[in-house]
């Protein structure tokens, strides 16, 4: 089969490999679609946490069954929940497996999507309950938003600060909005901004190299200061800056991931009695969630594939497919 290998940074190549034979537990997958994300890039980039190389990228997916089993028949089109759990760790036994000490995602600690066939546990397949693929294919880094507000527990009509307008803060936005809450988009890309106005219907935007942040957010909230922070930036300066952004009794969820050290003045941060926590990959619950929202239409997947390239082409063009100059929101490659 028809592999592409991230050799090393900034090195695609593509090779030919055995197809699986798929042990008992595993169902084979002729994959259909992939989505390009942020992790691909960053691993492209060679600034990716976690990572080691060779590896063949790719973990937002839609594929179909190719051998049959207990749980699915042959030609069946599912998504696929990337994160493979060890299912005995103390996250595990106690219901999160997003967060296994002994995780590895497709793409990031194991090989990925970015092959003609993949063999996946069959426990972690969903099935598409009438999404076509390219919908399938937005299910897992619409998932990682959803999750990410979930942790933050939003309550109705309060306001909402997604710092970063790419794909997952977009997803974020979305969710925070389904959840109830008065969503402000932080970024500095204008064409984004505009997009999270026009498409999503984001009440309030702020261009963080236009606009005096910390001014608007006063304004927006009425003086009061968002009760909900989301990152989705991985971005370290703007994670650190984001801490004064804060009201007091605040939740500051770090979606976003990056290497360095966070940096905040504790006394703020104590007197705020403000929580930080991170969110980290999604779990079946915020997956059947992205299902439901997309068949119910609270969620429309058309706003977000603007570009698509085949899976010959994505080599030559890998750097082009999450470049926000381009106008990329979220790019497909067809299998």
Do not use: W
């Not at 309950?129 to 998932?143: I, K, N, R, T, W």
């Not at 984004?192 to 608007?216: G, M, P, Q």
């Not at 007197?271 to 239409?297: P, Q, Y």
């Amino acid at each position: 089969m028809k592999t592409l290998i991230c050799k090393e940074p900034g090195k695609l190549i593509y090779a030919d490999r055995s197809t699986p034979e798929p042990v008992d537990g595993n169902t084979l997958l002729r994959v259909r679609r992939i989505g390009v994300c942020g992790t691909d890039l960053h691993a492209f980039e060679g600034t990716q946490p976690y990572f080691s190389y060779p590896r063949v990228l790719g973990h937002e997916l839609a594929a179909e069954v190719v051998t049959a089993n207990n749980d699915f028949k042959s030609g069946d089109i599912v998504t696929v929940i990337p994160y493979i759990n060890c299912q005995t760790c103390l996250a595990c036994r106690t219901g999160r497996p997003n967060c296994c000490a002994n995780i590895k995602v497709l793409g990031v600690h194991t090989d990925g999507g970015m092959a003609e066939y993949i063999e996946v546990p069959t426990r972690l397949l969903l099935p598409a309950q009438g999404l076509s693929l390219d919908e399938l294919a937005l299910v897992e880094p619409l998932a990682i938003g959803a999750h990410g507000v979930r942790r933050a527990g939003i309550a109705k009509e309060e306001f909402v600060l997604v710092i970063g307008a790419g794909p997952i803060g977009l997803g974020t936005m979305e969710f925070a909005r389904i959840a109830g809450g008065r969503v402000i988009a932080l970024d500095i890309n204008e064409q984004r901004l505009s997009f999270c106005k026009e498409k999503l219907k984001v009440d309030h935007t702020i261009n963080a190299l236009k606009d005096d942040v910390t001014a608007r957010l006063q304004e927006i909230t009425g003086g009061d200061m968002p009760t909900v922070i989301i990152d989705a930036t991985g971005n370290q300066k703007a994670i650190n800056n984001a801490f004064q952004y804060m009201a007091h009794g605040a939740r500051f969820i770090l979606i976003g991931l990056q290497k360095g050290e966070i940096s905040f003045s504790h006394p703020e941060f104590h007197k705020r009695e403000a929580t930080l926590m991170s969110s980290r990959n999604a779990t079946r619950v915020d997956f059947d969630h992205v299902i439901s929202s997309m068949k119910n239409k609270l969620v429309d997947p058309s706003n977000y594939i603007t570009h698509r390239v085949a899976f010959d082409d994505v080599a030559a063009n890998f750097s082009n497919l999450s470049d926000p100059k381009n106008g990329t929101i979220k790019a497909i490659v067809e299998v």
